[in-house]
């Protein structure tokens, strides 16, 4: 059976990708933990056996190794220095006035780099005969410009003062696929959920009093769904609570974390998915949680990471509790599942209906190939600069919502608007 969203059968794509791994010369070591919910966490080695990427995969046993398979090399191709499209040096001048950019929450940045140029690589519609766009290269990849290895061939360099955007850097909305269709599927699905996660943080510690969000009785989940609940209370030993979060979008995105923290957990753990089928968004963000809990029971560094986001925003509390994630089940709608199923569509098909369905929501999304291996896979980034990058505070990242953000709080509760414009006063 085809995966939703996917292609292949699991057990072609697990053939396929292990294929490429095999031709690079490269090693798979894997590390597996639980039973009917699985996380498997793989690394790859290169000839010398050094390490050079990781990744994770959710779900049953062979979802989650292809998953893991999978995003480790998604993630060796995340890199700034691994990217095969040319590099531009592009005037900072040039982004002030194109309203394309108009939502970018850094957009300030760019006058008071008047003169300067930074390192930028084009992105492409996904409509036909469009103009393509200048991404700033930073945006898309946290690697750079830190260890960057990139030369201007124009005879430009990247002079651009980074200080006070960097913390807007993120990968989110990169994915792998057999084919760009699928690849651009789940990279956009991915910055979607991100903005309605970010969206939540804002309104539930942020915003006033007033209910956001909606807690799922579990009566009412369609049987798959709830086998994937029960499943994963099971394998965490606790109660989950599932969340709707999806937004004016209409992309179903849910939330799921657990109604106790245990001692040894610094913050409370969650997962999120979204998908345009509200089913396999849901049991994404189950199978989310599980991998949660299992990669910091088992790593204590990623463990400290939470501890050290608490750390440095202690002096911000609102912002701190986005990190903590303890959630109010009062501040909560609840409802019965309200999404209907809908008819599964291959990649190719479903994604021009996403992508104009969000258009015509006001959001432009743009793409670029980081690598492509024939008809073996593809690695793909997805943008677009209405969408709410907030969910960033929750590592520790002094943030203020953009645009999207602060025109959502004025809708929730224009009192409590001003509130995180004081942060972003602060922030910047």
């Known amino acids: 059976m085809i995966p939703y969203e996917r292609e292949r059968s699991l057990d072609d794509a697990n053939r396929i990708i292990r294929e490429c791994i095999a031709r690079r010369g490269w090693t798979v070591e894997t590390e597996d933990f639980g039973g009917q919910l699985m996380t498997v966490k793989c690394s790859l080695r290169d000839a010398g056996g050094e390490l050079i990427s990781r990744g994770f995969g959710k779900g049953d046993a062979a979802t989650s190794m292809a998953g893991a398979l999978h995003e480790a090399v998604e993630h060796y191709y995340c890199k700034a220095s691994r990217v095969s499209t040319p590099v531009e040096y592009v005037a900072a001048e040039h982004f002030i006035d194109d309203p394309r950019y108009a939502a970018l929450p850094f957009l300030s940045a760019f006058a008071d780099n008047r003169g300067r140029r930074l390192a930028c690589r084009r992105y492409r519609s996904f409509f036909a005969g469009r103009q393509d766009i200048q991404v700033p290269l930073f945006l898309s990849f946290p690697d750079y410009p830190v260890g960057a290895q990139l030369d201007a061939q124009s005879g430009w360099r990247d002079d651009f003062d980074y200080s006070s955007v960097i913390r807007y850097s993120s990968n989110s909305g990169t994915a792998i696929g057999a084919s760009l269709e699928e690849a651009a599927l789940h990279g956009i699905g991915e910055i979607v959920e991100r903005d309605a996660w970010s969206l939540f943080l804002l309104a539930h510690y942020l915003g006033g009093p007033g209910r956001y969000g909606a807690l799922i009785d579990p009566a009412s989940l369609p049987d798959e769904v709830e086998k994937v609940l029960r499943l994963t209370e099971r394998r965490i030993g606790r109660s989950v609570l599932l969340i709707d979060v999806t937004s004016d979008l209409g992309y179903p995105t849910f939330i799921a974390t657990v109604a106790q923290r245990n001692p040894d957990d610094i913050v409370y753990p969650h997962g999120c998915g979204a998908s345009s089928y509200a089913q396999y968004a849901a049991m994404r963000a189950l199978t989310e949680l599980v991998q949660c809990v299992d990669i910091k029971r088992h790593s204590d560094h990623l463990a400290e990471l939470d501890r050290l986001a608490l750390d440095m925003l202690a002096a911000y509390p609102r912002l701190r509790a986005c990190a903590y994630f303890e959630v109010d089940r009062e501040r909560l709608e609840r409802v019965d599942w309200p999404h ?76 409590s608007a001003a509130r995180p414009l004081e942060a972003e006063e602060q922030a910047g």
Request: glycine residues 6%.
């Open 340 to 415: 209907p199923d809908r008819p599964r569509l291959a990649p190719n098909l479903l994604l021009p209906e996403v992508v104009a369905d969000l258009e015509a929501r006001g959001i432009e999304l743009y793409y670029a190939v980081n690598h492509s291996e024939g008809e073996d896979f593809c690695v793909a980034s997805c943008v677009s600069f209405e969408l709410e990058r907030f969910f960033l505070a929750t590592s520790g990242i002094l943030m203020a919502p953009g645009q999207r953000g602060r025109e959502f709080l004025s809708r929730q509760s224009p009192a």
